[in-house]
């Protein structure tokens, strides 16, 4: 898990054998989110606003499940 700077994120990290992206926020809940590429998770790491990144790339997008 890699420790971001986000009013909402805490944290995100990613298994590349599955192709898995977890996100964990600062109110301690966590999910995961599947068959997501690697370059969505780059995007999501280096992004500006990784709560705005979040929400327009992925939120909706992949299938998610609450850790």
Do not use: C, W
């Not at 990290?13 to 370059?39: I, K, R, W």
């Amino acid at each position: 898990m890699i420790q971001v700077d986000s009013s909402n994120v805490a944290a995100v990290g990613y298994d590349e054998d599955s192709s898995t992206l977890q996100v964990e926020f600062n109110n301690g809940t966590a999910y995961q989110y599947f068959d997501v590429p690697e370059h969505i998770f780059e995007g999501l790491r280096d992004a500006s606003s990784v709560g705005g990144y979040l929400a327009a790339h992925i939120k909706g997008v992949y299938r998610y499940s609450k850790v």
